[in-house]
């Protein structure tokens, strides 16, 4: 069995795993963890922005927790960098998308066997796998499934006031 694309490790390919179940290909995940979370990001959501109408005045961070089975619940609050930040809200994620290598939704199989056999200098055989969501060829398109999850978006907590609250002097 051989595998294509080929991955520098199993993190590497869980965080791309999470790019795509996430929506985050635009580089959005940040390479350093926040308060103990592998995966975080800075801002919202990007499909919840109107439910944050100050989201361009207050820092938000965005974690993400995977795994599937008993996730536990957002705490409500982290502490990073000497900083509070305290749970707004959280959205649960089904953590499965088509896999964007070799899916229905993604480049397709057709697609991956080409780069395949590029990549091997020979065409796939049925047991060898697309290297991102480990579908063999035979049962391919593929589906990236990484458990299900939840973002949870935290704020920081400061002592100024609201700038909806702050009364201004004509």
Not at 15 to 44: C, I, K, P
Not at 47 to 74: C, R
Request: glycine content about 12%; some cysteine; charged content about 25%.
């Amino acid at each position: 069995m051989t595998k294509w694309p080929v991955y520098k490790s199993e993190e590497q390919q869980e965080r791309e795993s999470v790019e795509y179940v996430f929506g985050l290909t635009g580089g959005e995940l940040a390479d350093e963890s926040f308060a103990g979370y592998a995966y975080n990001y800075e801002g919202v959501p990007e499909y919840a922005e109107s439910d944050f109408p100050d989201k361009w005045d207050t820092e938000y961070q965005t974690v993400i927790v995977t795994g599937g089975g008993f996730l536990p619940n957002p705490v409500e609050t982290l502490e990073h960098a000497g900083q509070t930040y305290k749970l707004v809200q959280h959205f649960m994620s089904r953590g499965e998308t088509d896999c964007p290598v070799c899916g229905a939704g993604g480049n397709g199989v057709d697609w991956w066997a080409e780069e395949f056999k590029a990549e091997h200098g020979r065409p796939p055989q049925l047991n060898d796998e697309c290297g991102l969501c480990e579908t063999r060829y035979a049962d391919m398109p593929g589906y990236l499934y990484i458990g299900e999850g939840y973002e949870a978006v935290y704020r920081l907590v400061t002592d100024a006031v609201p700038n909806d609250e702050v009364e201004e002097d004509y």
